[in-house]
């Protein structure tokens, strides 16, 4: 599902690199990564997804080899194939809840709204406690709320693999509880590939491994002067 090797990348502003020897998570595993702050687990995450290419390497997802193809064909494959939650949920804030849970169907050129995408929206709202907020700007939600509008987002194009980036943090135990839940069931009933990065010791029990990414990779270079642009 996810394959990387030889891998080497470098922020273009310069100051943090990554390398990668390898890297190898099996289709319908559910699987988190740890490590310290600055190790890299946010940098992998978005290679994995193509939001970053290596600067030489293989990154292969879902069986593509995203390392090889464009900007805008690493997009349309992301939106199609990919379930992301952001660690800022990165919501639009001029679009209401629901418009921000179908915005994979508004940028993806191989995806089709129709009213059972509508249905299905509404019903993950609804699963989430989010059923009468969906006509709501995101400025009016709480914390908890946001990130679980992520979530319906992430998992609403029914996508092979969900990449989750500290999905609970800064949430309270009942919040958490309840976006890994979520998570977890949509993943086992889809037959998808979890990846969730977390510092939160007391979820790695509900994965099937957890991967200590220090063991993988490695930091090439010193974090800039202001800290690390990787968590």
Same mark, same amino acid.
């Given at each position: ?5 030889d ?17 190898l998570?099996a ?19 978005h290679l ?5 290419s ?6 292969k ?15 349309d494959?992301r939106a199609a194939?990919?379930g992301?939650v ?32 509508r *249905?299905? !929206?509404? #019903?993950?709202a609804m699963?989430?406690? =989010?059923?009468d ?5 995101? @400025?009016? &939600? ?12 992430a ?8 990449l989750a ?6 949430? *309270?135990? !009942?919040? #958490? ?5 979520? =998570? ?7 037959? @998808?590939? &979890? ?19 220090s ?17």
């Open positions: 599902m996810i394959e990387m090797r891998l080497d990348f470098t922020y273009a502003t310069g100051g943090f690199g990554l390398r990668v020897n390898e890297l998570i289709e319908g595993q559910r699987c988190c990564w740890i490590g310290a702050s600055g190790s890299g687990k946010t940098t992998l995450l994995a997804a193509g939001i970053y290596p600067d030489s390497g293989l990154v997802t879902c069986g593509q080899e995203i390392s090889a193809q464009t900007d805008a064909a690493r997009r494959f194939t990919i992301l952001f660690q800022e949920f990165a919501l639009l804030e001029y679009l209401s809840v629901l418009e921000n849970i179908l915005l994979p169907y508004r940028i993806s050129r191989s995806l089709r709204l129709n009213a059972e995408v *249905d299905r !929206a509404q #019903a993950l699963t989430v406690g =989010l059923a907020l969906l006509k709501r700007p995101p @400025s009016q &939600l709480s914390q908890g709320e946001r990130q679980r509008v992520a979530v319906c987002r998992v609403i194009t029914n996508p092979r693999l969900v980036d500290e999905p609970t943090a800064n949430l *309270d135990p !009942a919040n #958490a509880e309840l976006v890994m839940n979520v =998570l977890d069931r949509f993943c086992r009933e889809a037959g @998808s590939t &979890l990846v969730v990065v977390t510092h939160n010791q007391e979820l790695l029990p509900q994965f099937d491994e957890a991967i200590d990414i063991q993988c990779c490695s930091v090439t270079q010193s974090a800039p002067t202001g800290g690390c642009p990787d968590e």
